[in-house]
Structure formats: C-alpha cells, structure tokens
C-alpha cells in the first residue's frame, strides 16, 4: 500500500515507520520540522515537510503521495503544547481528512485517546459516550476527541485507535520524560484513579494492523487497568525515582478502559499484556 503518515517523528510516528516499510508498504512521513525529515528518510520512507494548518500545502503533498490510506498520528504532545494539540485534534484532522477526500483516499486510521468516556463503573467501553458534561479544562480534551473521532468519520472507512497513556522511549512515561521528571521530584502522586495504559511499539503494530481492520473505534490499551496505587510506584522504581506520595481519591472518570473488542473482534493482543512487565523495560538513568 501506499501509505500517508502524518505525525511521522513523533513517539508513535518513529516506531510504525520501520514497521510499515517492513511491510513492504510505500510510506511519505508528514513532519513540520525540518530537522526531522532525515531521520525519517533513513528509515527507509519519504519524507513531505508541511504544516497541518497550511491547507494549501497540505492539500498538495497529499494529492502528490497518492496514499491508499491516511494515518493521523499528529500531535504536539513531544512540546508539552497542550493549546497546540487540541487545536490539531479539531482544525488539524479538520485539514486532513479533507485533503485526503480530495485526493480519493478511502481509509483513515487517526489517533484517539481512551480516557475520554463519561464516568463509569468499572472500565469504559467503545460504546460508552464521551464526557461531554466535563468541566474544564477536560471539556476541551473531550470536545476535541469528539471532532476528530467525527471528522475521521467522514471518510469511507475510518478506523478510531483509543490508546491508553503511551510509555516507552520518547513518551512522557520513559526515564527522560516529563512524568520521570516529575516522578523524580515527588509530583506524581500515587491516588486511586485508574488509569489504562500502552507500550509505544504496541501502539504502532495496532496501527498497522489497522491498515486491514473493520471501520470502527477500538480501545487500544493493555490488560490492566490499574490505579495509582499500584502503578505509580512500579514506574518510579523503574526510572529511579524515589517511593511517590499517595493521596486518596479519584476524578470520577479515573476509570481506566477495556480492550475486550479489539481482543474479541480483532484477535488483537499486545506484546505488553501489563503495564508491570513493559515498565521494566525502561531502565532508571
């Protein structure tokens, strides 16, 4: 196939490339910067430098990649720019899907999150609503998940991955990211909320295995969710960082979610069935 991959140097990004080229796939990786486009040639993919604000451009270097499918990876999370990523979430896949209706492309497999379900008993499903009664600032998260979920929608084949919290290198969860950084200065307390969690390699052989899967929404996420008692813990140990303070309570949407239907449906297991044995993967520095 040929393959459109915007958001190609981010944590994702870096990790589904090689895979996609393995593949045999044709692959043009989408970077806004400059400095990154090498990278992404050596291993082994085309590489388009636009911004997913510039319509224009964007419109162009797609109609030009000629791809078969479209995957949106694109977030601005790597510069901690929250403003940024909501904004890609609702003008960026905005931009995108049109410009890849009005190159033909069918399929589109975007990058969603599996913490935006309104509260709950136990962990959320695909068919649970988003918590649209939220109040800020998650109401923006959850606004924003909802226009790019809708905006996906409008392709003829649209495949939704709802990740967990992502860890593994260049995430927030790896012993050079933010929440290390936190870990390390005592301001990752351990609560009660319940969070679900993926390993970053995971992440990437989900989507492309999404390449080929039923249009629909899947919980891509490990088979555990867990509280912060239990994991926060586990991910200091493993960057080195000191025991966390522990706090009681939880958010009421602190529920963690399930990735039954993507087991069910799918056949789809990740390498890191728990969040315990892929944190040891990380190494204190």
Do not use: C
């Not at 499918?69 to 909501?86: K, M």
């Not at 709950?120 to 979920?149: F, K, M, Y």
């Not at 969690?197 to 039923?214: M, Q, S």
């Not at 949407?253 to 799918?266: D, M, V």
């Amino acid at each position: 196939m040929r393959i459109f991959l915007a958001g190609a140097s981010g944590a994702v990004g870096r990790a589904l490339v090689p895979l996609l080229v393995r593949e045999g796939h044709e692959v043009t990786g989408m970077t806004r910067d400059a400095a990154h486009a090498d990278r992404i040639r050596a291993m082994g993919a085309a590489a388009s430098v636009a911004d997913v604000f510039d319509r224009k451009m964007l419109f162009r270097i797609v109609r030009e990649a000629k791809p078969d499918v479209v995957l949106h990876q694109l977030t601005s999370l790597g510069a901690r720019n929250f403003a940024d990523n909501a904004r890609i979430r609702v003008d960026g896949t905005r931009n995108l899907v049109d410009a890849a209706r009005e190159a033909g492309v069918r399929r589109m497999v975007a990058q969603s999150i599996a913490w935006a379900a309104m509260p709950g008993e136990g962990p959320a499903t695909e068919a649970e609503p988003l918590d649209l009664g939220a109040v800020q600032p998650r109401l923006g998260t959850v606004q924003g998940v909802q226009a790019l979920e809708q905006a996906a929608a409008e392709m003829p084949e649209a495949v939704a991955l709802r990740y967990g919290l992502f860890y593994g290198p260049g995430t927030w969860y790896a012993p050079d990211g933010l929440m290390a950084e936190q870990a390390r200065n005592g301001e990752l307390p351990a609560t009660d909320g319940v969070a679900s969690f993926i390993h970053v390699d995971d992440a990437a052989r989900a989507a492309v295995l999404a390449l080929t899967w039923p249009i629909g929404t899947y919980h891509i996420v490990d088979d555990e969710p867990a509280p912060g008692t239990a994991w926060v813990p586990a991910f200091a140990a493993a960057v080195g960082a000191p025991e966390p303070p522990v706090r009681a309570g939880a958010a009421p949407w602190e529920r963690g979610a399930s990735n039954a239907k993507a087991r069910r449906e799918l056949g789809w297991a990740p390498r890191y069935a728990s969040w315990r044995e892929g944190f040891r993967t990380l190494g204190g520095r």
